[in-house]
């Protein structure tokens, strides 16, 4: 057994910090000087430097040192084969679909084509930090298969899926439920648990599944009950529209899902812009999940999720965070968080500085705004529990796989010393609000130049030049 330490100054979580209203630290975990000792990739011991080391002698450690360490980013909503297009002026969702979208993924068809753009995205992941992504693939089998036997060559734990639409897309691009459903369970009987890669059943969205593909989903869904169900949901007004003319005898897009079987744990659905308090309770109840995905949200025009009626304690959804690269037009989840605290602050206040009287609510006009604490649980452990993963990963717990990143506070795009001027000696952060204040700096101001180092599974597979 291979067994190394790593030791410096960690932050994580154990709790989800808008429980802890007024004291959000209950919910953090800080190490001004910690060892996080790792054997074949799990975490077997993890502390103070001054507790740990003494039970590990001889253990070869590595320092990292000014840099605050942090779990791995998790990306719940992200597509592999937009990342050739990503930041191409698109409108809005629906005609940016076709004018960008469908053109290029038809390209992962080649495989040659489809391996370089894996390559890419993954590398392009690990630049950013994040070391977990639910993905969507295309409708053609090879880019998922490519995507799958990349990530199990870097170790990396991949929730991903072939992904079906026989609707409202060029007849080129579309395929037939049967061959979806076929399709499908070849992959799931060749990567589903194989490593760290994990199965979701992937209808792309209602608007463009027929009642055969979605039955399709169901028969897989009831098959194989352990894999994921990944998905969009209330997006865009006309995506909208267009799912209540497509399916009429449902009475919202949640009750699309519903009426198959697949609203429930391990379903989630990205986006959630325009979900209805009716929906929110549903999937309250269900134990699924909603993506944020704030960058797309804006980049493409469709509107303000509601953060704080989702973390209405009393019907509370899960949440992760996702880029949704490309109609998300960066890689990085620092950016995710700096457009979701800017969502936060818009979704409490109009334009012309009235309180909004939709969203007067004074305890969910508190829960839209994003602390550092709330921002970076929502990319670690937040988004490992809405993704039904955090047995797995998520926090610096032992047991769990050795995924995590060392940011440099002082790497975005300017030189900041402000953020040193937050400890006046200069020191590094010796508390757990010192910590958090520099990821707060980080998160509004840095950027994927933040990230100074990504590992996987106890091994470093990045690091900034």
């Avoid at 992504?133 to 880019?143: G, Y």
């Avoid at 079987?261 to 990205?270: A, E, N, T």
């Avoid at 809405?386 to 032992?398: E, Q, R, S």
Wanted: charged share 25%; hydrophobic share 40%.
């Amino acid at each position: 057994m291979s067994t190394i330490g790593i030791r410096g100054t960690f932050f994580d979580f154990v709790d989800d910090p808008w429980k802890h209203v007024g004291n959000e630290q209950a919910a953090a975990r800080f190490h001004q000087d910690g060892l996080l000792v790792v054997a074949d990739g799990i975490i077997k011991d993890f502390g103070p430097h001054a507790e740990v080391a003494p039970r590990h002698p001889g253990l070869a450690v590595t320092h990292i040192q000014d840099r605050i360490i942090v779990p791995g980013f998790i990306d719940g909503h992200i597509h592999l084969p937009q990342t050739r297009i990503l930041g191409a002026y698109g409108e809005q969702l629906l005609p940016w679909l076709q004018m960008w979208v469908y053109p290029e993924e038809l390209k992962y068809r080649d495989r040659d084509y489809a391996r370089e753009g894996v390559r890419r995205f993954l590398d392009a992941l690990l630049a950013s930090g994040t070391t977990t992504c639910q993905a969507f693939t295309s409708s053609a089998p090879v880019a998922t298969e490519e995507l799958f036997d990349e990530a199990a060559r870097r170790n990396m734990r991949v929730i991903s899926g072939l992904t079906g639409i026989d609707r409202n897309a060029p007849a080129e691009f579309i395929d037939t439920p049967e061959n979806f459903y076929n399709d499908s369970k070849r992959l799931i009987a060749q990567y589903h648990n194989k490593g760290r890669n994990l199965y979701a059943i992937t209808p792309r969205f209602a608007f463009g599944a027929s009642p055969a593909l979605l039955e399709a989903c169901r028969r897989l869904k009831h098959e194989h009950p352990d894999c994921w169900v990944n998905t969009h949901i209330s997006e865009n007004p006309a995506e909208c529209r267009g799912v209540v003319q497509e399916h009429p005898d449902c009475q919202d897009y949640l009750g699309v899902y519903e009426k198959f079987g697949l609203v429930g744990p391990k379903f989630s659905g990205g986006h959630g812009v325009y979900l209805s308090d009716s929906e929110f309770r549903r999937m309250s109840k269900a134990g699924a999940a909603v993506v944020f995905c704030p960058c797309s949200n804006l980049f493409l025009g469709s509107g303000l999720f509601r953060l704080g009626r989702a973390t209405d304690p009393e019907h509370r959804v899960k949440i992760a965070f996702g880029t949704d690269m490309g109609g998300g037009n960066r890689f990085s989840m620092i950016h995710v968080l700096d457009d979701a605290y800017k969502v936060g602050m818009c979704n409490n206040t109009m334009l012309d500085g009235s309180i909004d009287p939709v969203r007067k609510d004074v305890a969910e006009a508190e829960r839209n705004k994003l602390s550092p604490y709330r921002g970076f649980w929502s990319v670690t452990l937040g988004g490992a529990e809405a993704l039904y993963i955090d047995d797995k990963l998520g926090n610096f717990a032992v047991g769990k796989e050795a995924d995590f990143v060392a940011l440099d506070v002082n790497g975005g795009p300017i030189a900041q010393p402000w953020h040193q001027s937050l400890i006046a000696d200069g020191r590094g952060p010796q508390t757990m609000d010192e910590a958090a204040s520099q990821l707060f700096g980080v998160m509004m101001v840095g950027d994927d130049r933040a990230v100074d180092e990504t590992w996987v599974m106890g091994k470093r597979l990045y690091k900034k030049a």
